[in-house]
């Protein structure tokens, strides 16, 4: 069974209560907060006021997702606003390794996130600090884009190193998720699977989420 994070991103920002709400009845396994600063990439959506103003709504654990430069300066109002896991992209940090170390020490997991040029292998002296590895499908900016194929590779790569290690780090894959793609990368390895366009666009959103959760 994979877990399944629905991005809020493609959620209805008009009405989140009432989304959070269907998270919650359908116990999802985490809520995926993707945060963008119009620097980083070229899309703005939310800070550490609407994830604090969000967090009363559900027990789920919120997976905060850090598209934005120099996290090193702003993590602590995410960590505070109410994150349990934060995912940080390496090379918008100037010091990455005291930055994963700053939110695992207040007790958060914390996960790194790779864009699609980007390879595991230049995990290697990071790798057994993380919690998580999101591997980026898409280029991060947007919901609703297509799955790039290579991320499939890169599952595999990435699970290679985890178990030669013997690492309990979760491979979360974000982008172009729904149930043909879910159904490969689980394959390939991935633990959790975000998906925003697929279940919150979908029809019938408990058959979206019932069809990752299966895979
Ligand atoms: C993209 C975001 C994703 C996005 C995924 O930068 O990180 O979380 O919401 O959207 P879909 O599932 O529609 O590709
Ligand atoms: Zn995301």
Redesign the pocket.
């Known amino acids: 069974m994979a877990l399944v994070a629905p ?4 959620a209805d920002f008009t009405c989140l209560a009432k989304d959070f709400k269907w998270m919650s009845d359908s116990q999802v396994d985490f809520v ?1 907060i ?1 945060v ?1 600063d119009g620097h980083y ?1 070229p ?1 703005l959506t939310l800070g550490p006021p609407m994830i604090k103003a969000l967090r009363p709504l559900t027990d789920l654990p919120f997976d905060v ?1 850090l ?1 934005i430069d120099n996290p090193d300066q702003t993590v602590d109002a995410y960590m505070e606003a109410g994150a349990d896991i934060i995912t940080v992209h390496p090379r918008t940090s100037h010091h990455l390794h005291r930055l994963i170390h700053r939110i695992k020490d207040r007790g958060l997991k914390a996960g790194l ?1 790779l864009n699609p040029s980007e390879s595991p292998r230049d995990l290697e002296f990071i790798l057994e600090d993380l919690d998580q590895v999101l591997l ?10 297509s ?1 790039i194929p290579s991320t499939l590779e890169k599952t595999r790569i990435l699970r290679d190193m985890i178990q030669a290690k013997n690492l309990d780090i979760q491979i979360a894959v ?4 729904n149930a043909e793609t879910g159904k490969a990368l689980v394959e390939a390895g991935a633990h959790m699977l ?6 919150f ?1 979908s029809k019938n959103r408990d058959q979206a989420l019932a069809s990752l959760r299966a895979l």
Do not use: K
Request: charged share 5%; no cysteine.
């Open positions: 991005s809020i991103l493609s995926h993707d963008m990439v899309n997702h598209m996130a980026m499908s898409v280029n991060p900016g947007f919901g609703g884009q799955f974000d982008g172009g998720v975000v998906a925003g366009s697929y279940i666009g």
